[in-house]
């Protein structure tokens, strides 16, 4: 897990996308020659599907299912973590901090 000074350093992009992905999340994100980053999705049947992770400091849908997560983990508040940092992040990258800020938290 990263540090809460790496977490609040990062911009949005790959590297929180990827964190993202792996800590929050929970999915596998492997380095392949070929494809790169990827990061896996399950499907409906519980199938591997693997893609570019997904853009979720980037684009508030996809952040959207970091916090429908972030809920289902007890995290009542997540609805509004939209607003972490008043202002100083767009409101994915928020998102995405503060997520995984309550996974460091946890883990501590």
């Known amino acids: 897990m990263v540090t809460k000074e790496e977490i609040l350093a990062m911009k949005s992009g790959m590297e929180l996308n990827i964190s993202v992905a792996k800590y ?49 983990r007890g995290y009542r508040d997540a609805a509004s973590w939209k607003d972490y940092g008043n202002g100083t992040y767009a409101p994915a990258e928020a998102i995405c901090k503060r997520a995984l800020l309550a996974m460091l938290k946890k883990e501590v």
């Not at 399950?42 to 979720?56: N, R």
């Not at 299912?65 to 289902?72: N, P, W």
């Open 24 to 72: 929050v999340m929970g999915h596998d994100v492997v380095s392949d020659e070929l494809m790169g980053q990827t990061e896996r999705l399950l499907d409906d049947d519980g199938g591997s599907i693997w893609s570019t992770p997904l853009p979720y400091s980037e684009e508030i849908s996809a952040a959207l299912t970091v916090v429908a997560e972030m809920i289902k």
